[in-house]
């Protein structure tokens, strides 16, 4: 390596509500020299960052475009509503889009669910961010809905949340381009997927990874048969086969007894 080059690394971007830590320790295990940096990034950003080569690859929220990015789906997460912990929604286990038909339901511009329609009541503008929104859900103008991670990760101590059974799930997925399908990211494919540390599947393996020719493989690519040839004795030291017998004479024969002497004329 001359001076001029960069050590490899490698650069995951990650959603609001991704939480990628389980796999970058197993990637800190098994790839001690190879750094990897995570890269946080707004769930709308995340394709153009991984496009502009922002980042090596990328757990963010499907769909994404096939035509640029290969994806491998990770999980879908229950969709959830937020409320404050006094609402009449949080004494009941879970609702449906029709229950929150009275309520007015924030759509903040970085929502990550797909709606064909919108529940409830509309707020007069929309929040910016989730997090503006669970504000004001906390200041008790309205609900919110959202995947369950996101409830998660803007908690408040009064507020709380429950399942929306018949609402858009969010699919979380494991994101890069296409083109940029290096080692490297085989690697990480390999830890998201739970590969074990000596396999080698989806790698491009060099000449060297290739396992050494076992003698019996070697025997039977060469017609030679496994059996020694000394002896009658098998390969792994067996008995002799069964078509001969004591000196070589064949099976199912005495030795030959011995004859009188022919008279000579």
């Given at each position: 390596m001359t001076g001029s080059e960069a050590p490899p690394s490698?650069?995951?971007?990650?959603?609001?509500g991704v939480t990628p830590g389980k796999w970058v320790r197993i990637w800190q295990e098994r790839l001690p020299d190879v750094p990897l940096h995570l890269v946080a990034v707004p769930a709308a950003e995340a394709?153009?960052?991984?496009?502009?080569?922002?980042?090596?690859?990328g757990v963010v929220r499907l769909p994404v475009d096939r035509a640029v990015f290969s994806a491998i789906p990770l999980y879908t997460e229950t969709t959830v509503v937020?409320?404050?912990?006094?609402?009449?929604?949080?004494?009941?286990?879970?609702?449906?889009?029709?229950?929150?038909?009275?309520?007015?339901?924030?759509?903040?511009?970085?929502?990550?669910?797909?709606?064909?329609?919108f529940?409830?009541?509309?707020?007069?503008?929309?929040?910016?961010?989730?997090?503006?929104?669970i504000e004001?859900?906390?200041?008790?103008?309205?609900?919110?809905?959202?995947?369950?991670?996101?409830?998660?990760?803007?908690h408040r101590r009064d507020l709380t949340y429950r399942p929306v059974t018949d609402a858009p799930q969010s699919g979380v997925a494991l994101s890069w381009p296409e083109e940029r399908t290096t080692d490297l990211v085989d690697d990480f494919i390999g830890i998201v997927r739970g590969r074990t540390v000596n396999s080698t599947r989806g790698r491009r393996p060099s000449p060297a990874e290739h396992p050494k020719d076992q003698?019996?493989?070697?025997?039977?690519?060469?017609?030679?048969?496994?059996?020694?040839?000394?002896?009658?004795?098998?390969?792994?030291?067996?008995?002799?086969?069964a078509a001969t017998g004591r000196g070589g004479a064949p099976a199912g024969r005495k030795g030959a007894r011995p004859g009188k002497p022919r008279r000579r004329s």
């Open positions: 490698f650069r995951l971007a990650y959603v609001p394709p153009g960052l991984l496009r502009d080569g922002g980042a090596d690859a937020v409320v404050p912990k006094d609402h009449a929604i949080a004494a009941v286990d879970e609702v449906s889009l029709e229950d929150l038909a009275e309520d007015i339901v924030f759509h903040p511009l970085d929502d990550t669910l797909e709606w064909l329609d529940p409830g009541r509309p707020a007069i503008e929309r929040p910016a961010t989730t997090a503006d929104a004001l859900v906390a200041a008790g103008v309205g609900v919110l809905v959202v995947p369950q991670s996101l409830a998660r990760l803007h003698p019996k493989d070697r025997a039977r690519r060469s017609g030679r048969p496994a059996r020694e040839a000394a002896g009658g004795k098998t390969a792994t030291g067996g008995r002799r086969s």
